[in-house]
Structure formats: structure tokens, C-alpha cells
């Protein structure tokens, strides 16, 4: 809905006068909302009669069961006052002395019990009593028009909305600030900034170059640094109980285990209470004079009620269509405001065809001056995934060896070159460590893996190397397919190297991480085509930084080059090296776990602890 545009500046006005704009536009809402929704008010009563998808006839009786708002929607679409009220949650009655005490509930709002201190406040016999009754409520004098709806509570269905509390909210508003001004004191800034520029690369994750600057204007960038922003005081583990908490109401899939880890993180339950969100944020407010008594905070107890009877939080997320109402805003600009939804989209149209016109005329321009035309990284994942899984025509070179079997769950893209495995020995000679006696290694490791294939020194081993492999695995948040993107390139769009990591299966217990080094396709004199990789393997490391938070957990790479099965890689892996070197182990690689990258990870990082979560 368009804000009702306030006429003053609130700052010349008086409490009581900013108090009545608030109410005159809480009226103007519920006016317009009436208008919209008034089709739906006596079917929510009688019901309708519609034949559905399977083809049954049902009485359908149409209620409001989510709403997706950010707390300033909530506060206007429920008639309640705003953050600053005796009591400015509208879901429940906590007062604001208690708005950060996580483990207490408190009455709920619901459409008779508010209807109800409407109706008394009105019946009040004179204004210092309705107010008072009003003020002990945190309510606005205004009827809902969705009180007289069946099956619709206003107050129960305002939703967790991750995007607004979590990610623009209790970091983008309160952690990330007091993190930077923390940085600054320490006069860190410059080099967090430095470290967080050479950030590995992942896909889906953006990179951020500029870590000062404060002014972002998606929730997607905060969330992106809330993954990967770690510090050396008790901050790190409050982020950290954000990063988990966030994660485990992100998942798509929520079972009893997972609601019982995260009423654990949030610190509902006596079971882990040490480690929850509660506790560290008690904890800053120590350190740092933080107060956490604001609503966003509070709203986290709502969270787990809100999964059970909603289904999970994505439900109500607003990120849905959020990025496109700056654009739809500019559109709607250019109209005549009447009848605007055909005027916007032929805006849109004519846009779009703008894009693609440039496109075309920027594509022409770079092939003429012989530059690569598809040098963004985006497009060059789109076409190298229709080349390797549509089988279109290409421009990079075509394998000569074909795949082993189509079931694979991994498709090698992007080849290098072919040939055997004495002429790669012979090519990297004293060049690349990873290729160092390659054909004795790889035949000593063939005859290992396929002892019935009798390889003799004089037998030829066909070779091909690739640099980007598709790999294809159950997520174990929603047990759909998904997909990892991986490279192996010594110098990846320009930019130096680029080496992925891997997660693969091994007989120990816990994760097993490598590092891509080379994707070969080896064909053998038998026939058998084989897929392998030459990776660094990294094993766990007994080093922990000087403040360890929960689920920490370092690797160390080897030096040393190995073979490794395609068919034991699971998924990619995202390490951050650890910067600088801790001086006990100068000359170690030490690279941090990220388990974050998305709700696959963060489980089965989880699951691989004393934690259990299915």
C-alpha cells in the first residue's frame, strides 16, 4: 500500500499530535483494506462453493492465516502503537521493560480480547480513562475490519519475517553497526576490509569489496556478511548464534529435531541455554552498554509457534517480490496513476527490450575489438550448463572422452586438453607439483582402486583435463536435488587462480574436506572410462583461534597432491584461509569451515558433531 505522507516533520509536532497522525493513518489503512477484502467477508461466513484441482466440490471458507509485513506494516495493519509504546509487540502483550527476556511468554493478542479493550476504551467515561485503557494495551482507537472475519486473526498471523528481523534487523540494524564501530576503535577497519575482498569465491554468495560501507540497501548483503564476518570478542559468539539461528529458520523442511535445535539456539529451553542467543546477548549488553530491548528482538519467541502452526518461516517471508518494488515504484512514476497496471507493463516491456538492445550492441563491440563477449560470470554458468546437460553446440572445445555413464552424479565442463599420461608428465615437468611423477602415481593409483584392469607400464592411459565440474546432490534441508558449481582454473576470468573444495566421504567419522587441484577423465586399454581428481586433502586441525565459537572447526591442507574417485565426492565445500597466520604455525595452511553457505551445509555440518538434527 502507498504510506499515508506525512504532512509535517514529527519533530515540530507533540506527542499527542503525532499520536492522532498515527491513528488517522491506522484508520485510512483499515478503510482501504476493508474495501479490498470486503468480497471475501460473507464467503468467510457461508463459505463458496468451488470445484477444486482433483476435481472434488468443496465449501471453501477463505481466512487470513499469514501475514507477510515488516514491523511498520504490522504496527499499521494491526492498529497498534509503534515501537516506543508501553507495549509495541502486535502479536502479544510483553511491555517494553521485557521485550528481551526470551523465555517468558506473555498474553496473546487475539481479535476478541482487542475487540474487546476497544470497545471498553470507547465506553470509557471520559478521554483520560480511554486513554489509559488504550495506552495499557498498546492499541489505537480504530475498529479492525478483519475482526468480523471467520477463520482471520490479524494479531495471530503476523508472521517472523526473516528478511526484516533477522537480516536487516538485528544484524543489519544493531550487531553490524556495533561491529563496525568496534573495528574502528581497533583501527581494523582497512584490514577486515582487505581480508573480506579476498574472500573466496561462492556461488550465490556475494562478494563483498567494501566492508565500510554501511548504507546497503538489500537485506540479501547483510545476510551474505552475517555468513562470513567472524571476531576475536564475546560479539562472535552472539553473531554466531545468529548465523545458527537464522540457518535453522531458513530451512525449508522443519521436523521435531530441528524445532528442538532451535528452541535450544534461542535459549527457550533449560537444555543448552550456555550457548544460546539469550545468553550472549546478555553478554554484549555487558560488554558493550548494548540494549536489546527493542521488538525485533523480542519476536523471537514467536518464531517456533510460528513454524508449527504456519510450516516454516520462508512461508512468510516478504523477500518474495521485494527486490522489484523499486523497480514496479519507478514505473508506476511514469504513469497517469489511472489505470496503471497496463501502463506498467508496457513500461516493463519497453525496458526490457531497452536491455536487450544493449546487450546486442555491447556484445558486437567487444567481438569486433576481440575481447570475450561472455566475460560475466552468470551467463558463462548458463551457457556451460546448457552445453554439458542440453548437449547444444559450444564454444569451448569438445571432450573427446565421453562420460563413463550419464547416471553420474557430477558433469566435468569447461576441457583443457587431451592426450596420455606420459605427455602430461613430460608437459608439467618441474612446472606444477600437482602433475610431479604423474604416470607412475596415477597407475599406481588405477591398480589400487581397479586391481582386475592388470595395467602394464607399456599400456597408453588416455588423459583429459577439465577446469569446472556440475555436482549434483540431496540437500538434506528439503531432500531436493541441488546443485554445486565448482572450478579448478589457474586463472580464473583474469582474476589468479581459483581452486574449489570438495566435501567427500571417507571411513572416519566427521567431514572430510579436499582441495580441487585437476579434473582428469582417464580412459583405460580396457575400455573403462574413470573420473578422477588431483586434490590437496585437508585434515582437522588441533589449532583454535583465541575465541572458539560453536561448531568451529579448522582444517589444515597438506602440501602433498593425491587422487581422488569422483564417486566419493559429495558436494563443494567453502574454507576460508585463516588470516594472518597464527605465529605458533607460520608455515601451516589453516583454513576455517564455513557452514553457512546454505541449510544443506549448516546440517550436515551439524549432524557431523554431538548434535542431532534430522
Known amino acids: 500500500m502507498l504510506q499515508v505522507k506525512d504532512p509535517g516533520n514529527p519533530k515540530d509536532r507533540t506527542d499527542k499530535e503525532n499520536y492522532e497522525f498515527a491513528q488517522f493513518k491506522r484508520e485510512i489503512y483499515q478503510q482501504v483494506l476493508e474495501i479490498i477484502f470486503s468480497s471475501l467477508y460473507l464467503r468467510s461466513w457461508r463459505g463458496e462453493v468451488v470445484t477444486c484441482g482433483d476435481e472434488i466440490t468443496r465449501v471453501l471458507y477463505p481466512g487470513f492465516l499469514i501475514e507477510s509485513l515488516d514491523f511498520e506494516e504490522a504496527w499499521n495493519f494491526t492498529c497498534c502503537r509503534a515501537g516506543r509504546a508501553k507495549f509495541p509487540c502486535p502479536r502479544c502483550l510483553v511491555s517494553q521493560e521485557m521485550l528481551h527476556f526470551l523465555q517468558r511468554t506473555f498474553e496473546a493478542r487475539t481479535s476478541s480480547n482487542m475487540r474487546a479493550i476497544v470497545c471498553l476504551a470507547q465506553n470509557a467515561p471520559n478521554a483520560t480513562q480511554k486513554e489509559k485503557i488504550l495506552m495499557e494495551h498498546g492499541l489505537h482507537d480504530v475498529v479492525h475490519f478483519m475482526w468480523n472475519f471467520r477463520f482471520s486473526d490479524p494479531y495471530q498471523a503476523v508472521s517472523y519475517d526473516l528478511l526484516h528481523f533477522d537480516e536487516s534487523g538485528k544484524w543489519g540494524h544493531h550487531l553490524w553497526p556495533l561491529i563496525l564501530d568496534l573495528l574502528g576503535e581497533l583501527r ?4 577486515m576490509t582487505d581480508i573480506m575482498s579476498k574472500f573466496p569465491r561462492w556461488r550465490n554468495l556475494k562478494h563483498i569489496n567494501d566492508l565500510a560501507t554501511k548504507d546497503f540497501t538489500d ?99 516478504t523477500r518474495t517480490g521485494e527486490g522489484f518494488h523499486q523497480e514496479i515504484a519507478q514505473h508506476y512514476n511514469k504513469t497517469n496513476f489511472r489505470e496503471a497496471e497496463g501502463q506498467i507493463a508496457n513500461e516493463d516491456e519497453d525496458q526490457e527490450a531497452i536491455a536487450r538492445t544493449r546487450l546486442i550492441v555491447d556484445d558486437f563491440f567487444r567481438h569486433l575489438n576481440g575481447e570475450d563477449v561472455d566475460d560475466n560470470e552468470a551467463t558463462n554458468q548458463q551457457s556451460e550448463t546448457a552445453q554439458f546437460k542440453q ?133 583405460l586399454p580396457s575400455g573403462r572410462i574413470t573420473d578422477i581428481a588431483i586434490v590437496q586433502a585437508m585434515k582437522r586441525s588441533s589449532w583454535r583461534p583465541r575465541t572458539v565459537w560453536d561448531g568451529c572447526a579448522v582444517y589444515d591442507e597438506k602440501k602433498d597432491f593425491s587422487f581422488l574417485l ?35 551445509m549448516f546440517l550436515r555440518s551439524l549432524n557431523s558433531t554431538t548434535h542431532v538434527c534430522y
Open 188 to 191: 581494523l577497519l582497512t584490514e
Open 219 to 317: 537485506g540479501q548483503t547483510h545476510f551474505d556478511i552475517l555468513k562470513l564476518l567472524p571476531y576475536k570478542c564475546s560479539l562472535i559468539h552472539c553473531t554466531r548464534t545468529l548465523f545458527q539461528f537464522r540457518m535453522m529458520g531458513g530451512l525449508r523442511g522443519m521436523t521435531d529435531s530441528r524445532i528442538e535445535v532451535l528452541q535450544k539456539l534461542i535459549g527457550t529451553t533449560s537444555i543448552g541455554v550456555s550457548r544460546a542467543h539469550l545468553s550472549h546477548t546478555q553478554r554484549v549488553s555487558k560488554d558493550y552498554n548494548k540494549n536489546f530491548r527493542f521488538p525485533k528482538q523480542h519476536f523471537i519467541v514467536h518464531a517456533v509457534q510460528n513454524i508449527r502452526s504456519k510450516g516454516v518461516l520462508r512461508n512468510a517471508t
Open 391 to 523: 548437449q547444444s553446440g559450444r564454444r569451448i572445445p569438445k571432450s573427446k572422452l565421453p562420460p563413463a555413464s550419464s547416471d553420474n552424479q557430477w558433469i566435468f565442463g569447461s576441457v583443457l586438453r587431451s592426450g596420455d599420461s606420459r605427455s602430461y608428465q613430460d608437459l608439467h615437468a618441474g612446472g606444477d607439483p600437482a602433475y610431479h611423477s604423474f604416470d607412475p602415481r596415477l597407475r599406481d593409483f588405477l591398480h589400487g582402486q581397479f586391481p582386475t584392469e592388470y595395467l602394464t607400464a607399456e599400456d597408453r592411459i588416455e588423459v583429459e583435463t577439465f577446469r569446472c565440474v556440475y555436482i549434483t546432490f540431496q540437500s538434506k534441508d528439503d531432500w531436493i536435488e541441488c546443485e554445486d558449481i565448482l572450478r579448478c582454473n589457474n586463472n580464473w576470468y583474469k582474476s589468479g587462480p581459483r581452486y574449489d573444495c570438495v566435501l567427500f566421504n571417507q571411513d572416519k567419522p566427521g567431514l572430510a574436506c579436499a582441495r580441487l587441484r585437476s579434473l582428469i577423465r582417464c580412459k
Open 566 to 600: 569422483m564417486d566419493y565426492v559429495i558436494r563443494g565445500a567453502l574454507l576460508v584461509p585463516v588470516v594472518p597466520s597464527p605465529p605458533s604455525r607460520p608455515h601451516s595452511r589453516l583454513h576455517f569451515f564455513v557452514d553457512v553457505v546454505d541449510g544443506d
